[in-house]
């Protein structure tokens, strides 16, 4: 593993000493992206992955946060560290993303579809090293019942902020080596689980702009009987573009959101 991806998947500027705390699962036989509890390793590599994520993993390696958001980590440290994964699969259209509803009755982001993820618990240990790791792991598996067994970790991205709720967000990147049945666990969190094919996310007929009240706009996408916007949209959106995946769509096609949202 190269030293950039050990910075990367600290999920920040990490030092040399704390991104070495990790090996490779060649190195240790321990099985590629399986859930551990914080003293032992967790890895992240890109054996073995199927030739369609070699571009994601690819650009994994070297965007840059502003590339992503213009929503930053603040520079005092401040934020509820926390972590989602962005779990690629293949369903019975080609490859598609894990994606889940949150509970309409949640304090923050209610009713809207989101990756898998949460806060970091204090069990999932150095929130600069492998701690995000373990937590979108953990959180994937109390929200959707997903085997964490069953998940390569092959990258991480740049940590983001999403403001409205004061989380700094570690984007885990997974790919589905072994698929487990998934769907709700506890409804107080969860409406619904869902994958949608990349093919339905690349398709310009689906791609909108979401305009909230506020005036903030991004990128939206009408897929599964749901509008994915905000933080989710936005990460879904750059990686698309950065993988060479993204089509023409029309940008000036709008979908208002309410105040609610």
């Not at 070495?20 to 060649?26: G, K």
């Not at 934020?79 to 690629?88: M, Y």
């Not at 618990?121 to 994937?140: F, K």
């Not at 109390?142 to 989380?167: A, C, H, K, N, W």
């Amino acid at each position: 593993m190269t030293h950039a991806q050990r910075t990367r998947a600290a999920g920040n500027a990490a030092t040399t000493q704390a991104a070495t705390t990790r090996t490779d699962a060649s190195q240790t036989g321990a099985p590629h992206g399986s859930a551990a509890p914080h003293d032992s390793v967790v890895t992240v590599t890109t054996e073995g992955l199927p030739g369609w994520l070699d571009p994601v993993a690819s650009a994994a390696q070297s965007v840059q946060a502003q590339q992503l958001s213009r929503f930053l980590p603040p520079e005092s440290g401040a934020g509820r560290q926390s972590a989602v994964l962005i779990l690629f699969g293949e369903g019975e259209r080609g490859p598609e993303l894990l994606l889940m509803e949150r509970s309409g009755s949640l304090r923050s982001h209610a009713g809207q579809p989101s990756f898998p993820g949460g806060s970091l618990d204090p069990e999932d240990g150095d929130e600069a090293t492998t701690g995000p790791l373990r937590a979108a792991l953990r959180e994937a598996e109390e929200e959707t019942g997903l085997d964490p067994s069953g998940v390569q970790i092959f990258g991480v991205l740049p940590r983001l902020y999403i403001p409205v709720s004061s989380f700094v967000v570690t984007p885990v990147l997974g790919w589905w080596r072994t698929p487990s049945p998934v769907g709700v666990v506890d409804p107080a969190e969860t409406a619904r689980v869902f994958t949608v094919p990349v093919a339905d996310l690349t398709d310009p007929a689906n791609r909108a702009t979401a305009v909230h009240p506020s005036g903030h706009r991004g990128p939206a996408f009408l897929v599964e009987s749901a509008l994915v916007w905000g933080f989710t949209a936005g990460v879904i959106d750059r990686i698309l573009h950065y993988a060479g995946w993204e089509r023409p769509w029309d940008r000036a096609k709008q979908v208002p959101l309410d105040w609610r949202a």
